[in-house]
């Protein structure tokens, strides 16, 4: 017996559309497997099945169909504005359905690493790639012995109640602007 399984961080979304309305019992089901790259960027991979119009000579048109959908989706997420949401302990708006609930989980568990120093100082890595300077993710054994690495690490977020290096935030924000 063969099982198909996937290990993808980030969230899957399974949608199943019937063909040609209710009760024709030919469905179009598909997954959308979402990962963060970054504040901005989101990777997203699909897989979609068919149970009808099987026939190799039909494979391309639903593959066309598929992708139009796909460029429609990407076309008006590009425009979204403001790219980064909003740091907020609470979103109304993200509790309609048991796919928003995941969404606040996970923007939860976001606030929690942030909160324990492990976020990214988008603010300052910027502010070291305009300068030249080359920043990697550190490692669990750079943890462990911090010393004798090539490059800095990037630069994080302090935990929540930490000293803040507010004067450093603010004049990388200058240096963006300029």
């Known amino acids: 017996m063969s099982r198909l399984a996937f290990y993808v961080p980030g969230f899957t979304l399974r949608g199943q559309v019937e063909f040609m309305g209710e009760g024709t019992g030919m469905f179009n089901l598909f ?3 979402s990962t963060p790259v ?4 989101t990777r997203m991979f699909y ?3 068919r149970n009808f119009f099987m026939e190799p000579k039909n494979d391309a048109m639903h593959v066309q ?3 139009k959908n796909i460029f429609q989706d990407k076309a008006n997420a590009e425009t979204i504005m403001p790219k980064r949401a909003p740091d907020l302990d609470d979103w109304p708006v993200l509790q309609l359905d048991r796919e ?3 969404m606040s989980a996970y923007w939860r568990e976001m606030r929690k690493l ?3 120093g492990q976020q ?3 603010v300052l890595l910027e502010a070291a790639e305009r300068n030249g300077e080359y920043r990697v993710i550190p490692s669990p054994g750079r943890r462990t012995d911090p010393d004798g690495w090539v490059f800095d690490a990037v630069p994080l977020i302090p935990p929540a109640g930490a000293e803040q290096d507010t004067a450093g935030r603010f004049e ?4 963006a602007v300029s």
């Open 47 to 49: 897989l979609f099945f």
């Open 172 to 175: 990388a924000r200058l240096g």
């Open 114 to 116: 942030r909160g324990a």
């Open 31 to 33: 997954y959308e497997f």
């Open 65 to 67: 169909r598929n992708l």
């Open 100 to 102: 928003d609930l995941v």
């Open 38 to 41: 970054d504040e901005e960027h």
């Open 120 to 122: 990214i100082d988008r």
